[in-house]
Structures are given as structure tokens and as C-alpha cells.
């Protein structure tokens, strides 16, 4: 069994501004965290690429694309499609995030390692076809769903979304297509206001979408009730052959942005029974992609608890 990892210091040159939320110490606090827990050695380096326009395609309209590099290049403080602020260097950080992503569906793909975490940044959920929004450029993880379809003819993808917010952009992108079933917990209400249980999919996407919307203060109970009863039964029945996670630590206990209230052992655990459907079904594929997760101590706990339960400790081994 082996983890990957791939993490790029180029995305810490998408600079936000003072006082923003995704700002650059996120990728630190994450990659500290995973030294200090002296999980940095057991896990594979993955090389970072970027994303190819093609590639981008796969999920993103042509017009958006044009118009997101124009804005940015022109100088753009705030992507005019929504509320994403951006630099002189976001376009080109931008791929670069993409492409690790696609970089580390190569690695499992190719079964150079089991599963993998991408460190990224800016995060990608909630960017729809045509546009950027709450943060995200492109959809990195919608994007990876597509890439595997093509690049290794994988059928099935699974994609577990656990970010306090609802990832609107790969409901979006997914919503009519069959391929990818789509799992949301999430708080509500909360930014971006989408993600009710009445969102199922429609035409050969009908009833891949499963959304889980709770109230502020919720945490393991309600979360794993929602994993373990409607996920765990509907991937069974899906049978993915890639699982892709959306990992948001923004559900953590004192986050900013957010009102869940997880542990890092809560998010140990929902890795473990994540990992328990790719292992049944998917050879243990599970490629993992940063989202949210603002406080920065926090980000960093979670981050290598989940790191851990990738790489396979026991849960005795995770507390020791």
C-alpha cells in the first residue's frame, strides 16, 4: 500500500490579499502539519504538471475560459463571474493546480500508488462550466472525473464531497451524466445556497446525485449517518472504479467559514469508510483534492489525519 502526494510551492503565488481566507499559509499549514507528523517520508512525491486547455474543456465552456485568462491578465483583482479574487499569477497557478490533480489520477491510474492527496490551491468545487466562483478557477476535481474517463477509459467515478459548503460547480458539471455519481454533505443554509435533497440529477444522471444539507452545529453523528446510510448503500450499488474526494476541512470544529463541528479523528474515519468503498470496488483508488479549510491549525490537524488514514494506520496508530 502507498500514498501519493503531490504539492506544488507554485500554488502559494495565487496571493489573495491581506486578510483573505484562501490565502497562501493554507498549503504551508498543510505541508507542516504532515512534517511535523513525520508523514512527509511515507508518501510518494507525485510531480506537479499543468493543465492543458483541452483538458480544461473537458469541463469548462471555451467562453469562460477566454474571459477568466483575459481578466487575469489584464490585471483583474476579482474574476467578474463571481467572487474570486485573483492576481497577475492565478491564470498560471490555476493550471498548475488543475494539472497536479490530473497528475495524481495518472499515479493511481497506473497503480504507481493506491491513492493520493493533492495539496492545491485555489480550490476548484464550486466553479460551474462557465463560471468562477467562491474562490475557484477551475473545477480540479470535476475536471480529474473527466480526464480519468478519457485518459485511462474509466467508467465510474465516485466523488465524496465533505467541504462545509455545497460543491455546486461539480453538481453542475455532473448533473445530467450517469458516469459520476455525486455525494454532498454540507451546511444550510450556506454559501452558494444550492444543494437541497431535491437535487438528484436529471436524464442519464437521475439519481446520481445525492445531496445531504444540515443545520449549523451538526457533526460526526449527523455527517457519518448521512456516509454510512445513504453514501456507503448508493456507492455499493454504483460500483465506482476511481473515487475522488472533494476534501474540505472548512466542516472542522472552529472554522471560520463554516458551523460543523468534526474532529480530526471524525475526519480519520470518513476517510476509513471512503477508503472501505474504494477498496471494495475501485482496487482502492482514491485520488484526494484540497477544498476548503480556513483555520489554519485546523486545516493542518484534519489534513494529516486524513493523510494518515490514507496511508492505512489504524486507528490506534493515528491517536498514538
Not at 512525491?45 to 485568462?69: F, G, N, P, Q
Not at 463571474?81 to 494539472?99: F, M
Not at 455519481?181 to 439519481?207: C, I, M
Request: hydrophobic share 40%.
Amino acid at each position: 500500500m502507498s500514498t501519493g502526494l503531490v504539492a506544488d510551492y507554485f500554488c502559494k503565488e495565487h496571493d489573495t490579499g491581506f486578510g483573505h481566507p484562501e490565502q497562501p499559509a493554507r498549503f504551508d499549514a498543510v505541508l507542516s502539519a504532515l512534517d511535523e507528523a513525520d508523514l512527509l517520508a511515507q508518501l510518494v512525491k507525485i510531480e506537479s504538471r499543468d493543465v492543458t486547455h483541452a483538458e480544461l474543456r473537458l469541463c469548462h465552456a471555451s467562453d469562460y475560459l477566454d474571459l477568466a485568462e483575459h481578466e487575469i491578465r489584464e490585471g483583474a483583482t476579482e474574476l467578474s463571474t463571481g467572487d474570486t479574487t485573483v492576481c497577475e499569477k492565478s491564470w498560471n497557478v490555476a493550471l498548475r493546480a488543475a494539472g497536479s490533480a490530473l497528475s495524481a489520477v495518472d499515479a493511481v491510474m497506473s497503480e504507481r500508488v493506491e491513492n493520493a492527496f493533492c495539496v492545491v490551491r485555489p480550490p476548484g468545487h464550486h466553479a460551474t462550466q462557465n463560471r468562477g466562483m467562491g474562490f475557484c478557477i477551475f473545477n480540479n476535481i470535476a475536471i480529474s472525473a473527466r480526464y480519468a474517463h478519457r485518459q485511462h477509459s474509466v467508467n465510474k467515478v465516485l466523488i465524496a464531497d465533505w467541504d462545509v459548503h455545497h460543491g455546486n460547480g461539480t453538481q453542475d458539471i455532473f448533473y445530467d451524466d450517469g458516469s459520476v455519481f455525486f455525494f454532498s454533505t454540507h451546511q444550510w443554509p450556506l454559501y452558494p445556497g444550492t444543494g437541497a435533497r431535491s437535487e438528484t440529477g436529471s436524464g442519464s444522471g437521475k439519481g446520481a446525485t445525492i445531496n445531504c444539507p444540515l443545520p449549523a452545529g451538526s457533526g460526526r453523528a449527523e455527517i457519518f449517518e448521512a456516509f454510512e446510510k445513504m453514501l456507503v448503500p448508493a456507492a455499493d450499488a454504483f460500483k465506482p472504479e476511481l473515487v475522488l474526494i472533494s476534501a474540505g476541512f472548512d466542516s472542522r470544529i472552529g472554522d471560520p467559514l463554516g458551523g460543523f463541528t468534526l474532529s480530526d479523528a471524525d475526519f480519520f474515519d470518513l476517510t476509513k469508510i471512503v477508503r472501505g468503498i474504494a477498496d471494495r470496488h475501485a482496487n482502492g483508488r482514491i485520488v484526494s483534492v484540497l477544498e476548503g479549510g480556513y483555520n489554519l491549525r485546523g486545516l493542518g490537524s484534519a489534513a494529516a489525519a486524513h493523510v494518515r488514514a490514507l496511508i492505512g494506520f489504524s486507528a490506534a496508530d493515528a491517536r498514538g
